[in-house]
């Protein structure tokens, strides 16, 4: 029981590394944004949404690179997605007085965007079981660097379609001419490396927490975790809402579940070369963050805007999820593979 405390303990000064070096992180970036003169749909959804994502893609990274554990890392970015997707909209929404609204080329735009990025990740994932299979198993895969970059490149053609939209609006954004942008740099560097070392420790916590209570670390990957991860993400958008930037807010969710999905995913595959991937745990739980993102964007199109009932539903979903995560550990329902997962 000693360990289990102190492991307690390093989950939470992990989590407050995390939260302090994405606070300091999210105001760099915005004094950078200003002084380059980005507009604010870049911003939010590339500034921002890749900073905020840097927990996630830390986790993919460390989990895979020092701990072998790629399903860890994938759990993490799985179950932030979701918390993204359900969690960020719904308390923006309910914890705002101004309502919660999009535009038509947030939905139609970024969202299609998001989609595509869903299932070309889905795609990357068949091909390691197609082509890299692990012995007699139809379910086991093994991830390369060429199945990989297939996501990564994607990736790329965001950015270019990003760089697009700030090519357009050059000279309409003025710039802050009276920021000293080499400390900004500075400040976020510092960021990253706060961020690096809480992500390891809650990884460790992660590993720990699975063997102390016998289940798969993955778990706690997708719940606590991806909670944890999240939590910059969530205040930001939240913050930006009661602003009443709620294309901003909602953009930022978007940016930074296409970053989790197309760059934080494959990184740590990327630089390990490898890693193994259990396609019956990843399919059920891409299926469920296809479906919130059904949801979200079907409750956003109508009129633009997500009232007070539609963001109590997000958040009644999100709960829903844990339920099945929590019913899924305790094996009275089936339908991840836990048994080969373990």
Known sequence: MGALFAYLVVIIIASALVWKGSQVLDAAAEQLSLYYGLPPVVHGAVVVAIGSSFPELSSTVLSTLLHGEFDLGLSVVVG???FNILVIPGLSGVFSDKPLRGDKELVFKDAQFYLISVAVLLLAFSFAVIY???????????????????????????????????????????????????????WLLFSLLLIVVGVEALVRSALFLGEFFHTPSFVWGITVIAAVTSLPDAFVSIRLARKGEGVVSLSNVLGSNIFDLLIAVPAGILIAGSAALDFAVAIPLMGFLTLATIILFTTLRTQLVLSKWECWLLLFLYAVFIAWIVLENFGMIGYLGLDAAD
Do not use: C
């Open 80 to 82: 932030s997605a979701i």
């Open 132 to 186: 890299n299979p692990v012995g007699e198993s139809r379910t086991n895969g093994i991830m390369t660097r060429p199945i990989a970059l297939i996501p990564v490149l994607l990736y790329g053609l965001y950015i270019f379609l990003q760089h697009q939209e700030w090519a357009d609006n050059r000279g309409k954004v003025k710039k802050a001419d009276d920021i000293v942008a080499w400390k900004q740099w500075l």
